[in-house]
């Protein structure tokens, strides 16, 4: 088997601006099988992910549309809207 295989970067599209991005530059939202809505900072967590890139206008593009929410199946609760925006708010600066 040689060795100079190339592995693929996972890529994910951002809910906000629809662009496609590598995965760990992305905010996770996740849907668990328990149903229990949750912010997933390590990207593991099982469940059905949506994802939001760094940036707030991508974050309000995809509240304001409920993307979120049609992605995931569920309803999100505002404090995991609130925990997705501080995690976006400390990537900026």
Do not use: F, H, W
């Not at 100079?4 to 668990?32: D, Q, W």
């Amino acid at each position: 088997m040689p060795n100079n295989i190339v592995k693929k970067t996972p890529e994910r599209k951002c809910m906000g601006c629809n662009e496609k991005k590598p995965k760990k530059e992305l905010v996770r939202v996740v849907r668990t099988p328990e149903g229990e809505v949750l912010l997933d900072l390590t990207g593991k967590k099982s469940g059905r992910g949506a994802y939001i890139c760094g940036k707030i206008s991508c974050y309000e593009k995809a509240l304001k549309t409920n993307r979120l929410e049609r992605c995931l199946e569920a309803e999100i609760p505002d404090k995991v809207y609130e925990a997705v925006k501080e995690s976006l708010q400390e990537d900026d600066g």
